[in-house]
Structure formats: structure tokens, C-alpha cells
């Protein structure tokens, strides 16, 4: 059972924050909540999971996918090495806008060859 009514909760509190300064190839952990469906969810009591910003759409807007450490293979999952000693991918499907506020914690940054390989990814889904 989702935990919509504790997301609502933090949801809530994120809105109160200030905009967080970021930088395209950051990866940070951010707030994805819980979401509808097979949307992606964040984890954890505070609904967290990391992200690489691909794109900046102003202070406080900017493109972010979605990692995952999950094994399986899909067409749309880019594989990007080791974060925090964990073997992550991106989930291209997942690629979504976020306010900053959402963003919590930078993790660091993607290596730029494997930014531009994600960048050539993303412009071929459309």
C-alpha cells in the first residue's frame, strides 16, 4: 500500500524550503514521493531517490532521470557505473521536471562521457 499521506506530509514541508542551487551532470538524492502507477517512487521515509540533472530550465526548474541499481535490462536504461559503490542506470522513461526544492543532498557528479552518451539518449527519444 503507497504511503500517500506521510508523502503529502513532506510534500508539504519541501514547499517551505528555498530553491537549491544545482549544476547540470549533478547527481543528487531528491524527493520523488510517491507517485501513481508504475511512475517511479522514492524510498525510505523521507521518499528519496537519486537522480542525475541532465538539463537547467532556470534557478529553480530543471530535467532530471532517475537512477535505479536494479539489474534488469531495458532499451531505455543507460547504464552510468558505480555511484556510491552500487552499479547504477538511468531509467530514461522516467525523465521528469523538478523544482528544486526537491532536490536534498548532492551526491556528486556524472563522469562527462558518460553525460554525453545519456545526452545523445535522451535526444533520441524524441
Known amino acids: 500500500m503507497k504511503d500517500y499521506d506521510n508523502w503529502n506530509k513532506k510534500k508539504k514541508e519541501a514547499n517551505e524550503e528555498i530553491p537549491r542551487l544545482y549544476t547540470v551532470r549533478e547527481i543528487w538524492w531528491c524527493r520523488f514521493g510517491v507517485n501513481i502507477g508504475f511512475e517511479q517512487d522514492g524510498n525510505g521515509k523521507d521518499f528519496l531517490r537519486p537522480a542525475v540533472i541532465?538539463?537547467?530550465f532556470g534557478a529553480n526548474i530543471c530535467?532530471?532521470?532517475p537512477l535505479t541499481t536494479s539489474k534488469q535490462k531495458h532499451p531505455l536504461r543507460i547504464t552510468i557505473g558505480?555511484?556510491?559503490g552500487e552499479n547504477?542506470?538511468?531509467i530514461l522513461s522516467q525523465l521528469r521536471i523538478f523544482d528544486t526544492r526537491?532536490?536534498?543532498e548532492?551526491?556528486?557528479f556524472l563522469d562527462k562521457n558518460k553525460f554525453n552518451e545519456l545526452?545523445?539518449?535522451v535526444r533520441n527519444l524524441f
Do not use: E
Open 106 to 108: 548532492k551526491m556528486g
Open 54 to 56: 541532465v538539463r537547467s
Open 88 to 90: 547504477a542506470s538511468v
Open 63 to 65: 530535467l532530471v532521470i
Open 102 to 104: 526537491r532536490l536534498v
Open 82 to 84: 558505480k555511484i556510491q
Open 119 to 121: 545526452r545523445k539518449a
